[in-house]
């Protein structure tokens, strides 16, 4: 098969390839080596979701879980189901870097 058959919205396809994959769900997927350029734009973002999945606080039939933004972590939201209030889901947006502590924040409370 000669190059110019190939459609040319295949050939970035073929060239990003670098000789890794694995066979995952039915499919086969590429992986990103831990020292590709790439890895390193992800890695932030991997470790906030592991951050966070790591404190939430689970009840019966309920969870609760905050997180500080990573340009400021006095600034954050708070994610609430049936954990404070029964039959309640609440989505909080904090505010701590005037007051320093959570009495006297900036608080915007959503109850669904």
Known sequence: MKLSNIP???LPIIFSYD???KYENGKYVNI???H?????IITPIISKKINIL???ELSDKGFYFEFGFDICKAVGLVYDYNFSYPDEFEICYYDMRE????FGSNQIRTYI
Request: no cysteine; charged share 35%; proline share 0%.
């Open 99 to 102: 007051s320093g502590h959570v």
């Open 8 to 10: 040319r919205d295949l």
């Open 54 to 56: 790591q404190n939430i």
């Open 32 to 34: 990103i080596h831990k």
């Open 36 to 40: 590709d350029e790439r890895y390193n």
């Open 19 to 21: 000789g890794r994959i």
